[in-house]
Every structure is written in structure tokens, then in C-alpha cells.
């Protein structure tokens, strides 16, 4: 077998074919959950939550990048979303504010059974960001502390660090009471 | 085994909602799209083609002001005549083949700032003169006859009077 160097046409067809894959619905399905719930760490609102995972998996698939690369994919998202909110930060502080005064008509991202998982799912939303977004990132995304750390751009340690913080805030003012 | 493991535990019963199926869909129409063969940073044709666009119309309207401002220096000379006037204020007559049209009919003089400069002892001269700097404006105006149209000249001026002052 001869290799050759692909010329434009070959690349475009080769892209094509990347990008019409049915494998992404696969990965879809399995991330889709954990990484509107990761964007919600910066946009409130679910729908540009999705806007913002939107254009992050479209973006990650379309530079084939490997789906194992999961690092990437969440550093993609999270970039996605700050962008966002310099975007927009008019509308953001708007939303802000509004979210504020009714605090209680958010919409909930999760899907909670008892009162336990409100009061829990509540806890988690107050905690500091940097220890929520990597609690989000081990507990609904099982990403390990060096995926997460080469996501946020700290080291593994302190994604640990903030881990076990965010752990032990819940454990003191959720358990605890 | 941690001392969180239990409340871990807890935290992994909370089930994330799921994303829209809309979502979904979209993203299938996003990379369904022709530009997705297109280059990560480089913009796609249509956006390109904007871009020209509006290129072109910030031209248009740049050149149609442009005209505006040349159209409304033409049709108004005279404005830009009071330089030359104040050179040579007497020289301010039309020329001969106006003249019969054009008929002098004013002459306005403002003064509109004086200013005491003091004494002064002029050149060889033991006697002081006060010195005055007065700032005008002055406006002649021809009218035709003819056509009704009236053409205005205005120009500054100064002038400096050394007047003698007698010691009593």
C-alpha cells in the first residue's frame, strides 16, 4: 500500500466523513448531562448553558479531536462560556440580578426525588465557584484530579485540594445540621 | 475509604438533568453544515462576503458625503473669499462683466474689542503716546438687481491708533 499526501478535495471528504459520524451521539448521550451541568457553573440559565455545550462539542468533533481527550473537551467548554459572559456581560449582570430577587424560580439542574436532594442540591450551589465547578467535574463528570487540573489549568494537587474543601464545606453545613 | 465517601455517595444520587433534545438536533445540523469542512479561524464564505459588504458600504457612504461637501463648496464661493478681501479691501469690486449686475449697496464696521496698551515712547521722541488695538469686522454687500441674489464679503480686521498724549 502507497501512501500519498491528501490533497483539499481528499481532506474535505475525509472531514465530511469525521463530522457525519453517528459515534458523537454515542459520546453525546453519555456527556451531554454532566457538561450542560459544568456550563451552568458560569451561565445561569439552561438554555445558554446548551448554547454554550453546543458550540463547544461542535467545535471539539470538527478538529477530531480524540473523544478520550476529555480534558480538552471540558477546557473547551469552560473557554466557550467565559467567553460568554465578556460577551454578553451586560445581559449576564441583568440575569444576575434578577436571578438574585428569585433565587427560588431557578431552574434546577437536577432531577431531585426528596426534599434531602434539594436541600443537597441547594448546598452544592453555594459553595465557592472554583470548589463547585471541580466537584461538578469528579462527582457528575468522573473526571480524575489530572484531567481536571490540566482542564482548569492548576496542578492535580489542587484540584484535590479544592475537592476535599468543597467536601468538607457540604459536610459542615449540609450533614451537619 | 475517606471520611466523605457517604456524603459522596449522596452527591452521586443527584442525577443532572438532561439537555433538551433540541440540543441535540442542533448539533446535528451544526456539524451537518458545509463550513464544518472549513479550517478552525478561518470564516466561512458567507461571513466573508458580509464583511465585503459592509466594506462597501462604509466606501459609498464615505464618497457620497464627500460629494456633499464638494457640491456645497461650489455652490457657495463667496464664503471662502474673506481672506482675500482683507488684503485688499478696496480690490473687493466685482469685475467688469458683473459690474452691471452687482451694485454696491453696504458697508458694515464692527468693533467688537478695543484694547488699552499703555503708554509708549515712540522712536527718538520724548513725548508718550497711548497705544490702542481695535479688532473689527467688517461686511460689504452687492445685490443684483436682476436676479434678487445679494452677495455678502466679511473679513476682520485691527488696527492701532498711537494716540498723543499731552502732559497739561
Redesign the interface.
Known sequence: MSWRRLDYKD??EV??NV??HED??VC??QL??????FARNWVRS?ADA?DV??EA???F???NHNIDNRALLYATVRSIALDFIRRDSRRARRESDAMAETEQSIK?????EDE??QA??AA?DHLPDEQREV?VMK??NELTFSEIGSALGISQNTAASRY?YA??A??KNF?SS | MN??SE??N???????????E???V???R???EPT??TA?GVLSRARRLRINWLSLGVSLATATVLLLFARFGIDHPAKKTPAIASRAPSSIVPSASNAAEFVPVGLTQVVYHTRDEGLHYATGSDQPVRRLRSRTRETCQWRNANTGATLYVSYPSEEVSLIPVSGQ
Do not use: H, N
Open positions: 481532506r474535505e472531514m465530511e463530522v457525519t458523537w451521539k453525546f448521550s451531554g448531562p454532566g457538561l450542560v451541568l439552561p446548551e455545550v453546543q462539542f461542535v467545535r468533533w470538527r478538529r434546577p439542574k437536577f432531577a431531585m434531602f436532594q443537597l442540591a452544592v466537584l462527582i457528575w476535599r467536601l468538607g457540604l459536610k450533614l | 471520611d466523605f456524603l459522596e449522596q452527591l452521586k444520587k443527584l442525577r443532572p438533568l438532561p439537555p433538551s433540541d440540543l441535540a442542533r448539533i446535528e451544526a456539524l451537518a464544518s469542512t478552525a
